[in-house]
T-cell receptor, first 112, second 115 residues
């Protein structure tokens, strides 16, 4: 069973702080990892992906991957109220057309 | 930009009605998916298709069927709607291939209420 686990939250941070969202995955065959943001009542939208160990930065967002620990995280620097959303982590496996598995999401609230 | 369009955003149907949810993508993607999303349960895959006229069951196919007659169009059918099918339905598409950034792109969602 390929599982992706996230703390459901809610996670609350003050405006301007760093929000840290975490995700673990069960199958070492996972190749790439994706973070989606989903505003209430809207569909998920892709923020960024990572496939190599280490950090990948995109603006205020940094994805971190540690394959040995089977751990992925998303850091949001200088958090804004507009970052308040649910963040979904997904892991892609090598084979098959249906090879993307989602966590249940972490709800983030940024307090002004 | 990838565009996945779900034609019906908000629907209210009666128990026992047949319901069609339509989805069109404009990026020539081979794969298409239907998910439903419920509070606390996350995304659950209903069906997916990797080619025209091909379909595979996902995690929760019971009570649903799908149709893919053209590459760009994937329809979800509720043969006899029931109240436990009240949910948000998300269509998605992706390319085939295992390159690192390959992922799925979602439509805007269809909110279905069955009364």
């Amino acid at each position: 069973q390929k599982e992706v686990e996230q703390n459901s939250g809610p996670l609350s941070v003050p405006e301007g702080a760093i929000a840290s969202l975490n995700c673990t995955y069960s199958d070492r065959g996972s190749q790439s990892f994706f973070w989606y943001r989903q505003y209430s009542g809207k569909s998920p939208e892709l923020i960024m992906f990572i496939y190599s160990n280490g950090d990948k930065e995109d603006g205020r967002f940094t994805a971190q991957l540690n394959k040995a620990s089977q751990y992925v995280s998303l850091l949001i620097r200088d958090s804004q109220p507009s970052d308040s959303a649910t963040y979904l982590c997904a892991a892609r496996y090598q084979t098959g057309a249906n090879n993307l598995f989602f966590g249940t999401g972490t709800r983030l609230t940024v307090i002004p | 930009d990838v565009k996945v369009t779900q034609s019906s955003r908000y629907l209210v149907k009666r128990t026992g009605e047949k319901v069609f949810l339509e989805c069109v993508q404009d990026m020539d993607h081979e794969n298409m998916f239907w998910y439903r999303q419920d509070p606390g349960l996350g995304l659950r895959l209903i069906y997916f298709s990797y080619d025209v006229k091909m379909k595979e069951k996902g995690d929760i196919p019971e009570g649903y069927s799908v149709s893919r007659e053209k590459k760009e169009r994937f329809s979800l059918i509720l043969e006899s709607a029931s109240t436990n099918q009240t949910s948000m339905y998300l269509c998605a598409s992706s390319r085939q291939g295992i390159y690192s950034g390959n992922t799925i792109y979602f439509g805007e969602g269809s909110w279905l209420t069955v009364v």
